[in-house]
Nanobody, 123 residues
């Protein structure tokens, strides 16, 4: 599966952005999709994931209640709605896919990665 992330940009603190992750492949619905981010000088970290089998969602504590992940299998797309953005949310955001039901927050479980999209939140 090939992934394409989009929707990043520059926004003021308190604002919103919606990231999109679109995928090729007829079996998209069978993949768990995760969003990760990497800030300058920091390791890539888990943000959110949506499980393929039952659409259960998982969030990092730092974004719980502010970010919402959703999917539209008919469009081969997963979205990350980001509200109440903070300067510390500034990072390159990546979407990734895993075919098996491994822990959705573990980077090592994801075999497929899209290119990143930059999100910058100004104070």
């Amino acid at each position: 599966v090939q992934l394409q992330a989009s929707g990043g940009g520059l926004v003021q603190a308190g604002g919103s952005l919606r990231l999109s992750c679109t995928a090729s492949g007829r079996t998209f619905s069978r993949y768990t999709i995760g969003w990760f981010r990497q800030a300058p000088g920091k390791e890539r970290e888990f943000v959110a994931a949506i499980v393929w089998s039952d659409s259960r969602t998982h969030y990092a504590d730092s974004v719980e209640g502010r970010f919402t992940i959703s999917r539209d299998n008919a469009k081969n797309a997963v979205y990350l709605q980001m509200d109440s953005l903070k300067p510390e949310d500034t990072a390159v955001y990546y979407c990734a896919a895993q075919l098996y039901s491994g822990n959705p927050s573990y980077i090592s479980n994801y075999a497929y990665w899209g290119q990143g999209t930059q999100v910058t939140v100004s104070s």
